[in-house]
């Protein structure tokens, strides 16, 4: 592996897995358009979409559990919503990432930015009142959100994300969870779901290991550092720059795939 390759991918895994950390995705909705578009600009590789989704799968793995750690204190976690929704979408991730053996690149990518394009819109629904909730105080539909979950998982392991994108507007615009609840529930959950997509990646033989492991090194250091920031930034900050995220990647996916 040449310097250039080593640089470029820990600098993709690092800008991205801090930003998951912060805003409580598996930051396969950054990675996968950085992965796909950034080493060919600088020649240094050259990714395809089955190649690019199983490093994210691997990624995702890793950089989640750090979010989480950073997250163990402070009730943030809400151990019912992951257990409904982490089994839910455990399932789906594993047959979606099993079952994008058999699809084309132009399908994954396809996959890719209708569920960008729905996770944009659904971040620019009004959310009133949801951080005003007390922690201990949070209540949801338990089967709406299992049901959902599995959706979620079955699209997000087709990409090799773990889904986190869409399930941060999901509980946060239709099961009213507070922001910060959110973000850190999430984060398990999203562990949970890369277990499946995972899985489902290395047994089909869609992992790349030597950029894997170079991403993995970079989440290991930023995904904390990233939710250390996220726990004292305003949460309707968070919000707008998760909202303007999704937005751009779902743009420019649509723009390629047009």
Known sequence: MEIGFIITIFLIGFIGSYIS???????????????????????????????????????????????????????????????????????????????????????INL????????????????????????????????????????????????VGAAGAFLLVPIMLVVLKIPTRMTIASSLAITFISSIGATIGKVTTGQVDYAPAAIMVIASLIASPLGAMAGKKLNTKILQVILALLIFGTAIKIWLDII
């Open 21 to 107: 950390g912060m805003l409580g995705i598996g930051g396969s909705i950054i990675k996968y358009p950085m992965l796909l578009y950034i080493p060919p600009l600088f020649g240094v590789a050259a990714f395809s979409a089955h190649e690019v989704s199983g490093i994210s799968a691997i990624q995702v793995f890793f950089a989640t559990i750090g979010g989480v750690w950073a997250y163990r204190k402070g009730g943030y976690l809400n151990k019912t919503l992951i257990t409904y929704m982490g089994a839910s979408i455990l399932i789906g991730s594993f047959i979606g990432g099993y079952g994008s053996k058999l699809m084309s690149e132009g399908g």
């Open 111 to 158: 996959t890719y930015g209708v569920l960008a394009l729905i996770a944009a819109m659904m971040m620019f629904i009004p959310k009133k009142g949801i951080d005003d909730i007390p922690l201990d105080q949070v209540k949801f539909n338990k089967w709406l959100a299992a049901i959902l979950a599995l959706i979620v998982g079955g699209g997000a392991g087709i």
